[in-house]
C-alpha cells in the first residue's frame, strides 16, 4: 500500500472525455470534455490535458480508462467506438514526457473496480458488473482485483453471439453481437428513425416494441455472465439503467428467469451501480493503490 496521494485519472468515453484529480473517495479537480476534442490528435490531448491540470493541482500518477482491450504492455489494441486511438501506447508517452507512474485500463474494469471499492458491491469477493451505455460492456473483479484474462480481452459480454440477431455486422467484424441490440446506440438510432420527441426513449410509445426486444436481450447477456461466473453481486450500471424511466424491474425479473436456478440464482445480489461517472475515477484510485510502482500493467 502506498501514503495516500491524489493521481489524475482520465474516463475516456466515446463521446465525452473526464478527467480528474483524486484521492481516496474524494474528487480534488474535475473536468469534462467532448470527445471531438481527443480524436484529433489524441496524444497530444493527453500530454496536454496532464500538463494543464498540474499547473493547477498536483498529482503523482496517470491512470487512463479506455473503451478497449488493452495490451499487456498498456498499447490500445482493439477499440470498436473509438478506432483513433488503437495502437497508441499512452503509457510510454506520459511516461517519457512526464516522469510519472502511468496505467491504462478498460473503463468497465475500472468502473466495475470502483463500485466494489466504494459503492454498490462493497466488500464483496466475487463481482460481475454490466455497463449499459453507446455498447454493452462488462467487468470481473475478483478479491478487489481486476479479472483480465490473457489478452486483456476477458468479459466482453457485448460481443456474445445473439441467436435472434437481425443479421447485423458489428463493429467488431462478427454478426449479431449482442450490444447491437442491447446498447442504447441501438436505442437512439430507432428513436430518431421514429421521429419520438420524448427526452427518455422509455416513454416513447413508439419505441414499446423495441424496447422489449432490448430487454430480451439485455437479460440474455446479463443472465449469461451470471450463469458463468456466479458472482456474489452482479452490478448492472451505465446512464441509461440509471435514468429513472428504465424498467429496472422488469429487467431483474428477466435475467432471474433467465438463470440457473436455484443456484446461481439464489446466491446473486442484483444491485444499480451507485457512483455515477465517479466509478470508473474512483477505479482508477484503487487501481492505483493496489498496483506497485514496480508492477506493470
Ligand atoms: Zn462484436
Known amino acids: ?48 490535458t496532464c500538463k494543464r491540470v498540474s499547473s493547477k493541482v498536483s498529482y503523482r500518477a496517470v491512470i487512463l480508462g479506455v473503451p478497449a482491450v488493452v495490451g499487456v504492455d498498456g498499447t490500445v489494441l482493439s477499440a470498436p467506438n473509438l478506432k483513433e486511438i488503437e495502437r497508441l501506447n499512452f503509457k510510454g508517452l506520459i511516461q517519457d514526457e512526464c516522469r510519472l507512474e502511468v496505467h491504462i485500463e478498460n473503463d468497465v474494469n475500472l468502473s466495475i473496480l470502483g463500485e466494489t471499492v466504494y459503492g454498490a458491491a462493497r466488500g464483496a469477493k466475487y463481482v460481475f458488473g ?19 484474462g490473457g489478452s486483456g480481452a476477458a468479459a466482453e459480454i457485448g460481443h456474445i453471439y445473439y441467436p435472434d440477431g437481425e443479421g447485423i455486422v458489428c463493429g467488431c467484424g462478427k454478426v449479431d453481437c449482442v450490444e447491437l441490440y442491447a446498447s ?13 420527441k420524448s427526452d427518455s426513449v422509455f416513454l416513447c410509445q413508439e419505441m414499446k416494441e423495441e424496447i422489449d426486444k432490448f430487454l430480451k436481450a439485455l437479460s440474455f447477456a446479463i ?8 458472482p456474489d453481486v452482479l452490478v448492472i450500471g451505465g446512464g441509461l439503467v440509471e435514468s429513472k424511466e428504465f424498467p429496472w ?29 465517479k466509478a470508473c475515477l ?3 484510485y484503487a487501481y492505483f493503490i493496489s498496483h506497485g510502482s514496480s508492477t506493470t500493467c
Open 130 to 148: 454490466v455497463y449499459v451505455g453507446t455498447g454493452l460492456g462488462a467487468g470481473i473483479v475478483i478479491n478487489k482485483a481486476i479479472y483480465r
Open 249 to 277: 424491474g422488469e429487467l431483474i425479473k428477466q435475467i432471474e428467469e433467465k438463470t440457473r436456478a436455484p443456484l446461481p440464482r439464489e446466491h446473486v445480489k442484483i444491485v444499480k451501480a451507485q457512483l455515477g461517472y
Open 1 to 48: 500500500m502506498k501514503n495516500q496521494e491524489g493521481i489524475l485519472a482520465f474516463d475516456i468515453g466515446g463521446t465525452k472525455v473526464a478527467y480528474g484529480v483524486v484521492e481516496n473517495s474524494r474528487i480534488l479537480y474535475y473536468d469534462v470534455v467532448s470527445t471531438t476534442a481527443l480524436k484529433k490528435d489524441p496524444e497530444r490531448f493527453i500530454l496536454e
Open 184 to 196: 442504447g446506440k441501438r436505442l437512439e438510432e430507432v428513436k430518431a428513425a421514429r421521429n419520438c
Open 223 to 230: 443472465s449469461t455472465g451470471a450463469n458463468l461466473l456466479d
Open 282 to 284: 474512483f477505479g482508477a
